[in-house]
């Protein structure tokens, strides 16, 4: 069994930055891919960005040149800097860590930009 928590939620002006941190705990037998995804009220959870075990990222256009996902493998846990937020980032942020079998998911920690 695999949790991930996550934290840095809250509630920002738009422009401003928060930084999402999520540890993953348990058997993990593989965290190649760690992510964040996201969901906005009245829409589906879509992908934020993803980073491997190497380094290589993947982003969102939508949040391109503004958020920057890293990680700490050793810890197994995943960051993601939010900068330059705008109101429609507003969203559940979730944290991803890809399984050998299955994917699992933190429990989310909001995010809130005011205009």
């Known amino acids: 069994q695999v949790q991930l928590v996550e934290s840095g939620g809250g509630l920002v002006q738009a422009g401003g930055s928060l930084r999402l941190s999520c540890a993953a705990s348990?058997?993990?037998?593989?965290?190649?891919?760690m992510g964040w995804y996201r969901q906005a009220p009245g829409k589906q959870r879509e992908l934020v960005a993803t980073?491997?075990?190497?380094?290589?990222?993947n982003y969102a256009d939508s949040v391109k040149g503004r958020f920057t996902i890293s990680r700490d493998n050793a810890k197994n846990t995943v960051y993601l800097q939010l900068n330059s937020l705008k109101p429609e980032d507003t969203a559940v942020y979730y944290c991803?860590?890809?399984?050998?079998?299955?994917?699992?998911w933190g429990q989310g920690t909001q995010v809130t930009v005011s205009s």
């Open positions: 991803n860590l890809r399984g050998i079998l299955r994917d699992y």
């Open positions: 980073i491997t075990s190497g380094g290589s990222t």
């Open positions: 348990g058997s993990i037998f593989s965290a190649n891919i």
